[in-house]
């Protein structure tokens, strides 16, 4: 039987949504071991000047706690 936790991350890019996504799991992978799943809860962008500028993603991020 194993035991997971959740944790909420918020991750940016100025390409895509995608890339935000990408780059927030590939962090969290960092300091996080045993990473199972994301869901993406929320997605909004920054805009300046009437043009996208950053897109942001929030996530839960969930992972396997060790023995």
Known sequence: MSVAKVSEITASSDKSF???IQT???RASKT???VVSAWVQDQEVGIQ???ITE????MKI???LKD
């Open 24 to 26: 927030g799991i590939q």
């Open 18 to 20: 995608e890339d935000a």
């Open 62 to 64: 969930t992972f396997i």
């Open 32 to 34: 996080l071991q045993n």
């Open 49 to 51: 000047d009437g043009k």
């Open 55 to 58: 897109y942001r993603v929030r």
